[in-house]
């Protein structure tokens, strides 16, 4: 600790930047990991998080008033932690989603054979379209890792497909490939 106080200039900003820029990084994750309900993961990651935050906001108050430029590097690296953050979590991709297909009648059985070989779970339910069209509606639960794959799959065999992706908080039964 006193090694952040005795700190001055381009060192101490950097390292605040740094520190805050990962604070925040996980900050991000965590509030994804909790609200997928992964409760010991996200508190583990919110005592890290409170760790480096303590550290990182008692060196930006220390004497703020003679070095304003502590602030500014707080705030950026608040910034980019945010960035950061997503970014990471978009490559985790914690839980679970749910896409709904729509197609021409004649391409969903394909398109459902198609997913179900790659091992999706597909529910098939009739619809009609514009100027009573019949059309088929796919829904696919899968985890959210999956969901890429999912789509490259469906737009291969039907460009013109109709495509909507939600996250789900959880499901009960069905299928989803472990």
Same mark, same amino acid.
């Given at each position: 600790m006193d090694f952040l106080l005795n700190l001055s200039g381009p060192a101490l900003y950097i390292i605040i930047f740094i520190a805050k820029t990962i604070e925040v990084s996980i900050s991000t994750i965590r509030l994804v990991y909790v609200n997928k309900g992964e409760r010991v993961k996200g508190a583990i990651l919110g005592f890290v998080e409170i760790l480096i935050w303590i550290l990182v906001v008692s060196s930006v108050l220390t004497n703020i008033t003679d070095d304003p430029f502590k602030i500014f590097a707080y705030a950026a690296g608040f910034s980019l932690g945010n960035y950061l953050g997503v970014s990471i979590e978009s490559k985790i991709a914690v839980g679970l989603a749910s896409i709904q297909v729509v197609v021409n009648e004649e391409d969903g059985d394909a398109m459902a054979n198609i997913l179900r070989d790659?091992?999706?779970? %597909? *529910?098939i339910i009739d619809g009609k379209g514009k100027n009573e069209s019949k059309k088929d509606l796919l829904f696919v639960q899968l985890k959210r890792k999956r969901i890429p794959v999912a789509i490259k799959l469906i737009k291969e065999t039907d460009p013109s497909a109709y495509i909507s992706v939600n996250d789900i908080k959880? *499901? %009960?039964?069905?299928f989803i490939k472990k």
């Open positions: 790659n091992e999706f779970g %597909v *529910t959880s *499901t %009960v039964g069905g």
